[in-house]
Nanobody
Framework: QVQLVESGGGLVQAGGSLRLSCAAS????????MGWFRQAPGKERAFVAA????????YYADSVKGRFTISRDNAKNTVYLQMDSLKHEDTAVYYC???????????????WGQGTQVTVSS
């Protein structure tokens, strides 16, 4: 059974930083691309960042480029999202997901975590 478990969310002031983690089990983690998505209240789920199975390539939404960094540790079956210079509009539930390819569309992802809340106070 595939499980993706996010952690690291919380309340932070604007301009601050958080690092999200997503621990994977039940799949050959090193063969999957991984992505982060977010959903703010009343809005559709949106792509944030993705990384290839090797970590050699990454892809970011324009809204987070230069502020967020996605990385992975295949030895720990974990993908990370370092979020710096946080803004109030980054407030959302953040989800990690696995995919066969580096992608920004949600339907390209097979498995999803339950999400972790990030709240940025202005």
């Amino acid at each position: 059974q595939v499980q993706l478990v996010e952690s690291g969310g919380g309340l932070v002031q604007a301009g601050g930083s958080l690092r999200l983690s997503c621990a994977a089990s039940g799949l050959t983690f090193s063969t999957f691309a991984m992505g982060w998505f977010r959903q703010a209240p009343g809005k559709e789920r949106a792509f944030v960042a993705a990384i290839t199975w090797s970590g050699g390539s990454t892809y970011y939404a324009d809204s987070v480029k230069g502020r967020f960094t996605i990385s992975r540790d295949n030895a720990k079956n974990t993908v990370y999202l370092q979020m710096d210079s946080l803004k109030h509009e980054d407030t959302a539930v953040y989800y990690c997901a696995s995919s066969r390819t580096l992608a920004s569309r949600g339907y390209d992802y097979d498995y999803w975590g339950q999400g972790t809340q990030v709240t940025v106070s202005s």
